[in-house]
């Protein structure tokens, strides 16, 4: 089992539609969630960070975490073609070193 | 957000020589920095912790004596890869959490770097 997994898609939606981005995770310890979105030949950007059990909103993303079921996700709203890039999921496997575990990505594709 | 640089933004080289990548905090300090490479359609794969003032640790299967890491000030780790080949060609990544506070990391823009 992979220690993050994630839908590598493409997951295609069209422009104004809500975009649904799933990760599953394996290290129980894991105590921060981090989504991060990548564009072609850039690095990550952070796009949200969610510590507890819930729903956390900014603008037009919403993170999800599921402790007991080691799920979290990343909801965006009205999405735009600007938003097609790779999302990656990172726990955070270790709070003393701080390391990210990153899952594969999944592949987001915005349909104007 | 905090900004981190890297320098060369990109690099082309011949086998068998020796190539420095260098990752800057710009507006903070950053007593721990993490260096990852991301090869085509994959994910970034954490290489090594670098630690100012001591040692780096490096991850099972990174090889400590071809990927050099030296974090000499609160504001600079670099990269050594030695000897590179073929298949060292990737995106390297550096990113470093503040000092203080936030668990969030800042990473640097990559370098590319293509062994010939």
């Known amino acids: 089992q992979k220690e993050v997994e994630q839908n590598s898609g493409p997951l295609s939606v069209p422009e104004g539609a809500i975009a649904s981005l799933n990760c599953t995770y394996s290290?129980?310890?894991?105590?921060?969630f981090f989504w991060y979105r990548q564009y072609s030949g850039k690095s990550p950007e952070l796009i949200m960070s969610i510590y507890s059990n819930g729903d956390k909103e900014d603008g037009r993303f919403t993170a999800q975490l599921n402790k007991a079921s080691q799920y979290v996700s990343l909801l965006i709203r009205d999405s735009q073609p600007s938003d097609s890039a790779t999302y990656l999921c990172?726990?955070?496997?270790?709070?003393?070193?701080?390391?990210?575990?990153f899952g594969s990505g999944t592949r987001l594709q915005v349909q104007p | 957000g905090a900004v981190v640089s890297q320098h060369p933004s990109w690099v082309i080289c011949k086998s068998g020589t020796s190539v420095k990548i260098e990752c800057r905090s710009l507006?903070?300090?950053?007593?721990?920095m993490f260096w990852y490479r991301q090869f085509p359609k994959q994910s970034l794969m954490l290489m090594a912790t670098?630690?100012?003032?001591?040692?780096?640790?490096?991850e099972q299967g990174v090889e400590k004596d071809k990927f050099l890491i030296n974090h000499a000030s609160l504001t600079l780790s670099t990269l050594t890869v030695t000897s590179a080949h073929p298949e060292d060609s990737s995106f390297y990544i550096c990113s470093a959490p503040p000092a203080s506070g936030s668990d969030e990391q800042f990473f640097g823009p990559g370098t590319r770097l293509t062994v010939l």
């Open positions: 290290d129980r310890v894991s105590q921060s």
């Open positions: 507006d903070f300090q950053a007593t721990t």
């Open positions: 670098s630690n100012e003032g001591s040692k780096a640790t490096y």
């Open positions: 990172a726990p955070q496997r270790d709070t003393g070193r701080r390391a990210l575990t």
